[in-house]
């Protein structure tokens, strides 16, 4: 197949019609389609007067910007000159008709794992209290509010959000009746629940659990700068305040849990977090 300039790629014909004045001979800037002349060779320009195409020696076509006449043009002569051009179409997947990729894309998701580092001590019971985040293990983009412990939702889409959280009475024993977890979503000032995850630990003859690990889980459609936010939930049967663990020891009561503990870190900062994943 034949094709201008010197790639087979696809062609561009711009039209750029001037009306002389009497003795004009340079013609550039805005024509009547109000396109400004330019050209990348002066192989490939066409220059007609009155309709007649004009010889390369009739005209002058260096600067990329203007046609210079040899001879000045008659006062509304009509000077058209026809720029062509190429261009090659990109290497891409029809956003319509869809695809296959040969290679492999690389992309930055949208991902971050929260983390308590430290316990959250002396929350009021019965009460739900805003958990604690204290450091960002992963977040890809910046959306972690430290100083307020949330996340902020940085590009709209699906999310998947996992909040685990190890709540007890340090210094007690089977005084943990009911305990709770909660996401929530705050958008334009209006906060939604999300999830919740909610374990009785009564029996029913007054003993209850010393300390439980609540975790819940929940797929969300969010918009930019929602906030997301976590909150724990504790009933104690002495009426004490309650605490959220970092760590598997749960405040040196599970001392014995650190013992032939599996791998490095030694159970710390592993038992209480966020995390968020935009799916698409």
């Known amino acids: 197949m034949a094709y201008i300039g010197t790639s087979p790629s696809n062609g561009v014909r711009r039209v750029h019609t001037y009306t002389a004045t009497s003795g004009q001979t340079t013609f550039t800037?805005?024509?009547?389609?109000?396109?400004?002349?330019?050209?990348?060779?002066?192989?490939?320009?066409?220059?007609?007067?009155n309709g007649v195409l004009l010889g390369s020696a009739d005209y002058t076509s260096t600067s990329g910007t203007s046609v210079v006449l040899a001879q000045g043009a008659s006062v509304s002569d009509l000077v058209v000159i026809v720029v062509y051009d190429v261009f090659s179409v990109a290497d891409t997947v029809s956003k319509t008709a869809g695809g296959t990729f040969d290679g492999i894309i690389t992309t930055q998701p949208v991902l971050a794992k929260l983390a308590m580092t430290s316990d959250q001590t002396n929350l009021t019971d019965e009460a739900y209290n805003k958990l604690k985040l204290d450091s960002a293990v992963i977040d890809t983009k910046s959306g972690f509010n430290n100083g307020n412990d949330t996340y902020v939702i940085p590009v709209a889409g699906y999310y998947r959000i996992y909040a685990q959280a190890h709540i007890g009475v340090i210094g007690e024993t089977g005084s943990t009746r009911d305990t709770a977890l909660v996401i929530t979503r705050t958008r334009s000032s209006t906060e939604t629940q999300l999830a919740f995850s909610h374990h009785r630990h009564h029996n029913g003859s007054d003993t209850d659990t010393s300390d439980s690990t609540e975790q819940v889980?929940?797929?969300d459609q969010c918009q930019v700068s929602d906030i997301i936010t976590v909150y724990t939930y504790l009933n104690s049967d002495t009426d004490t305040a309650y605490d959220v663990f970092a760590d598997v020891d749960a405040g040196n009561d599970l001392s014995h849990m650190n013992t032939g503990l599996v791998g490095t870190g030694g159970g710390e900062d592993t038992s209480t977090f966020l995390i968020v994943e935009r799916i698409v």
């Open 29 to 49: 800037g805005s024509s009547t389609e109000g396109v400004t002349l330019t050209y990348a060779d002066t192989n490939y320009i066409d220059v007609f007067q």
């Open 217 to 219: 889980y929940t797929i």
